[in-house]
């Protein structure tokens, strides 16, 4: 599991995390909140056992949820461990950021201290970063700012790889326990909105008691909240505002009432504010600011009536995740990118290769008198309508807009425009590596990676295919325009690079090949390495009679 240098591994367990993240908010109780807590770690995050320990009002710690093992579950759930030997934990041990990691050969102390606890014996490790059935993980749980203010405890047990987790375990770890968290205290918030919304509706004799009450709650929410009207010709308009959303938006409560949320979310994601049902509704999505930026926020909708059968408001709960989203994104960036360079790697390459290929073959006419024809082809004629775009019908819509990807002729330039894929491999870095070392190798290759880019346009691709290879995709580009290109980059990566003041020099070969539709990645890719080697040796005869 911590292969974590392999990108596709990290990607499988970020969407893993994500998952587990998103089942956070589905539960509808506190206590299906903390259940899913601990079941998220079990099935997210590679752990076979997860208890949850939840600070009580008089500050001990109860353990209220538990994953993995029914017979563990039975004998601990409930039970309580003082706040003082808490605090011993995690104060000893060693510090993984928030993380505080006991090893067995330090945790023997705490055998016999009142913290529930489910362990059995085993050998001791085999190698340095095995896991021992006596060593304990824990990620403190915060509520909502941080500090001192412990909302609970998550203990993990059992990595199913027997390894003690990695930089990026921890990391994962880490994270979740942080929007764990924000699910617990919003699961008791909500909770406690709901008793309010009870009493508004039940208990008319004590009208103005249940109004402060949730005025309070609503004014002193930690997290941002609205009520907007429901019909009417101000459908959507906000009403009130409480301060943690006014801060959060940049904007005070008075000019907030002249708002909907339609007026203040991103063009993009309108679709997506629309879709949202008023009554549960859940949205992520993104809203302006005053100063014109825009934050990642989550929307929650509930309908609340003022009386029994009065109007209808809109009550909706908005959560900051603007650090969760850059969270994902930094992520997800680090599982497409080569970690050297910082071009796209090998799998994002051929994602964006394959997204513009189908199965389809197809091909464009050859000349001016085949493209009038095409143009102007019976309409009843099916294949005389598909240049350029494939209108049979789809399901999604009455056409399918693909634009098909063409291989120009390279023996008869006729001016055609295709998908390029230039194939770069450089020539004389393994000397360079073996002489001067992986360092000046490295820097080699990010320097080759900077001028690569600063060559091609805005739109095109420079991807590092692994090594000393790299590929660019660029489009709209006819045969002597690729021609070019290549010429272009291999004179751009010609001239020395000075790494520690000395300098190095490279070449480099090209081939190039072209994307069509009816080809997958892979081909296209071959092709164009194909092409590359022919260039390679013909290059290299050409050197030989010239000695």
């Known amino acids: 599991m911590e292969a974590e240098s392999e990108p596709y591994v990290r990607l499988a367990t970020l969407r893993q995390l994500h998952q587990a993240v998103a089942d956070l908010n589905t539960a509808r109780s506190l206590a299906d909140t903390l259940q899913t807590v601990a079941d998220g770690i079990v099935a997210g995050l590679g752990y076979e056992l997860a208890c949850v320990n939840l600070v009580r009002a008089d500050g001990d710690l109860v353990v209220a949820a538990f994953a993995g093992n029914s017979a563990a579950e039975a004998l601990i759930t409930g039970r309580v461990g003082s706040r003082s030997s808490w605090e011993r934990r995690l104060s000893m041990g060693e510090e993984w950021d928030e993380l505080r990691f006991i090893p067995h050969t330090d945790g023997w102390v705490l055998l016999d201290d009142d913290v529930p606890q489910w362990h059995t014996d085993?050998?001791?490790?085999?190698?340095?970063?095995?896991w021992h059935p006596q060593d304990r993980l824990y990620a403190p749980m915060y509520a909502s700012g941080g500090g001192a203010d412990l909302l609970g405890v998550i203990s993990v047990d059992r990595p199913r790889n027997g390894r003690r987790p990695g930089a990026w375990g921890r990391e994962a770890l880490q994270m979740?326990?942080?929007?764990?968290?924000?699910?617990?205290?919003?699961?008791?918030?909500?909770a406690n909105m709901q008793r309010a919304l009870v009493r508004l509706e039940r208990e008319q004799q004590a009208l103005r008691a249940s109004e402060e009450s949730f005025r309070q709650a609503f004014e002193y929410a930690p997290s941002g909240m609205a009520i907007a009207e429901m019909g009417g010709d101000q459908h959507g308009r906000l009403l009130r505002a409480n301060d943690a959303l006014c801060r959060l938006l940049g904007r005070p409560a008075s000019v907030l009432r002249r708002y909907s949320f339609a007026d203040l979310v991103h063009p993009?994601?309108?679709?997506?504010?629309?879709?949202?049902?008023?009554?549960?509704?859940?949205a992520e999505l993104r809203l302006g600011r005053r100063d014109g930026t825009y934050l990642w926020v989550s929307l929650r909708n509930s309908v609340v009536a003022d009386t029994t059968d009065g109007p209808r408001f809109l009550l909706t709960h908005v959560e900051d995740i603007e650090e969760r989203k850059r969270h994902e994104l930094h992520l997800a960036h680090r599982a497409s990118h080569d970690a050297l360079t910082g071009l796209p790697n090998s799998a994002e390459l051929r994602s964006r290769l394959g997204s513009r290929l189908c199965e389809r073959p197809h091909s464009v006419a050859t000349t001016a008198v085949e493209a009038l024809d095409a143009a102007y082809a019976d309409a009843d004629d099916p294949d005389a309508r598909t240049h350029g775009y494939d209108v049979d019908a789809a399901p999604g819509g009455?056409?399918?807009?693909?634009?098909?990807s063409v291989a120009p002729d390279t023996e008869n330039d006729d001016g055609a425009k295709g998908l390029a894929v230039l194939f770069c491999d450089l020539d004389g870095f393994k000397s360079i590596n073996d002489r001067f070392g992986h360092h000046t190798g490295d820097a080699v290759l990010i320097e080759v990676a900077r001028r690569l880019t600063t060559c091609v346009r805005d739109g095109d691709t420079v991807a590092r295919l692994g090594g000393d290879e790299f590929v660019v995709l660029a489009d709209g580009l006819g045969a002597a325009d690729a021609a070019d290109l290549a010429v272009r980059l291999r004179n751009a990566i010609i001239p020395p690079i000075?790494?520690?003041?000395?300098?190095?020099?490279?070449g480099a070969s090209f081939g190039i090949g072209w994307a069509a539709c009816g080809m997958t990645a892979e081909e296209v890719l071959r092709s164009a390495d194909q092409r590359m080697y022919v260039e390679k040796r013909s290059r290299a005869k050409v050197h030989r009679r010239a000695g």
């Open 268 to 282: 993009e994601d309108i679709g997506t504010l629309l879709r949202t049902s008023a009554e549960g509704g859940r």
């Open 398 to 404: 009455p056409y399918d807009h693909h634009v098909h």
């Open 498 to 506: 000075r790494v520690d003041g000395r300098a190095v020099r490279v």
């Open 122 to 130: 085993g050998p001791d490790p085999r190698f340095e970063d095995e």
């Open 176 to 190: 979740y326990a942080s929007q764990a968290a924000i699910a617990i205290s919003n699961a008791r918030l909500r």
